[in-house]
């Protein structure tokens, strides 16, 4: 077996970028910060522009090719402005860029095989002064860049590296994982890969740094890394606690048996309608997919409302008896990125343990001693007259009744409108009144859109 350090020599080979590729990402950046500045200056406004992430740090897995440019205006800019001048800028910079939308429009496009954001941001005085959140990464590249040496900057690519190869890097909402400020803070604070990766091992959620000591409030989150430039912001707030998990998980594996494997990110290839079948017959379960069209919103505000959606349905169905045994929520991959987009469509997906309940459910009442409530109980029932009411009856110590089940199919639930009384995601709950209702062997039918999800479902890995 290969030790651990023979390991990550290899990998570091792989990873991180040679200088030749440097060179020529420094070469575009140039050019591209030139453009900048010239089309600042046709601007009524003083503004600057800076580069800023991994690839302005030095901290980029090889291959990557993203360069974010952020142009500065004046603090005192109001928002109508900012916008207006900073596309003015990001057109002219990248005449085929196209506009996306943080917490204001930006403009993304392609240059020389580089994909390149130029956002616009205000000037502050410190981070804890920020306009809007893109205010702050100026001040997190000042940071880490005054800290970071060549050793701590190759760790850092190795812990990109890892992180992507586990499925943990990103902090979209879609994703929940570790960003890349966030991973640079951790090996930064712990002194670099190796001994994030022994620290991570024994972690026990709760896990809080502090890098400079100065944290303003208390955070409740599994891992809290208190901003160095801005102590009120944790930045591993988007982390999800399966991530975090997942770490510690790999870690642990990596310690305990080293492997080149481990960075690289596994390929998952679709699931086809026969090998879905193939699992529901070894499983024996009863799935249900509720399927619509995915509202035309980015990742980042999309994610949210599903997964607010599949609790929703979980709820549901579990208080009606169906017993689910596990659920997600999924969408299918017709954008150029994989998003939904107008024609993408989105679907809650779920595994009971129970399709089909009995026509009467028991409802019971206060034990018979608590007199108030109990007689408020029983005569509420005693001159019911509907047959299908079965009692009031003395059951041990309280009165009980048999009732008639409004539901006793899961599908007349999932069709019903008392499945739309959940809690849904705001846009989702517009298109969920338009929607197509899968149970059993149907779902098969969701693969030709659905595979890479549905695969992941049917061969879940830690």
Not at 209 to 218: C, I, K, N, Q, S
Request: hydrophobic fraction near 40%; proline fraction near 7%; charge should be negative.
């Amino acid at each position: 077996m290969d030790d651990l350090e023979a390991v990550l020599s290899r990998v570091r080979d792989r990873v991180v970028p040679e200088p030749g590729e440097r060179d020529r990402l420094r070469t575009v950046a140039a050019e591209l910060i030139d453009r900048t500045r010239e089309a600042i200056a046709e601007l009524p406004v003083d503004a600057d522009v800076v580069q800023v992430g991994s690839t302005a740090r030095g901290t980029w897995v090889s291959g990557d090719r993203d360069i974010d440019l952020f142009v500065r205006f004046d603090a005192d800019l109001d928002r109508e402005q900012l916008e207006e001048y900073g596309l003015a800028v990001g057109h002219a910079v990248l005449p085929d860029g196209h506009e996306e939308y943080a917490e204001h429009p930006y403009v993304k496009g392609n240059h020389e095989g580089f994909d390149v954001d130029l956002v616009p941001c205000h000037d502050v005085e410190a981070a804890g002064d920020l306009v809007s959140a893109v205010d702050r990464t100026p001040f997190h590249d000042a940071y880490l860049s005054a800290r970071l040496d060549d050793d701590l900057a190759a760790d850092v690519v190795l812990a990109k590296a890892f992180l992507k190869g586990i499925g943990a890097y990103g902090s979209d909402l879609r994703t929940e994982g570790f960003s890349g400020y966030l991973t640079e803070l951790l090996v930064l604070e712990l002194g670099g890969f190796v001994p994030l990766v022994e620290s991570a091992r024994s972690w026990h959620p709760p896990v809080e740094f502090d890098p400079e000591g100065h944290a303003e409030r208390t955070f409740d989150d599994p891992l809290v890394v208190v901003d160095p430039t801005d102590p009120t912001r944790n930045v591993a707030a988007v982390l999800s606690a399966a991530n975090l998990a997942r770490f510690q998980h790999y870690a642990r594996e990596l310690l305990a048996t080293p492997s080149e494997g481990l960075f690289d990110p596994i390929a998952t290839t679709p699931l086809g309608p026969a090998d879905v079948r193939d699992h529901l017959d070894r499983r024996g379960t009863t799935p249900v997919a509720v399927v619509f069209d995915a509202p035309d919103l980015v990742d980042d505000q999309l994610w949210p409302q599903l997964r607010r959606s599949v609790d929703g349905i979980v709820r549901g169905l579990n208080e009606r008896g169906f017993d689910v045994l596990r659920a997600r929520a999924m969408t299918d991959a017709t954008g150029p990125d994989g998003d939904p987009g107008d024609s993408g469509r989105a679907a809650l997906y779920a595994e009971l343990e129970v399709a089909q309940r009995p026509a009467v459910t028991r409802h019971e009442g206060p034990p018979v001693a608590v007199r108030k409530h109990a007689a408020s109980f029983y005569e509420s029932y005693a001159d019911d007259v509907d047959p299908e009411t079965y009692g009031p009856f003395i059951d041990g110590d309280r009165y009980v009744v048999e009732r008639e089940r409004k539901f006793t199919t899961v599908r007349e639930y999932l069709e019903s409108d008392a499945a739309g009384d959940v809690a849904l995601g705001a846009q989702v709950e517009r298109e969920f009144a338009d929607r197509d209702v899968l149970v059993g062997d149907a779902v098969a039918t969701l693969a030709p859109a659905f595979g890479v999800p549905l695969r992941e479902f049917y061969e879940p890995h830690p």
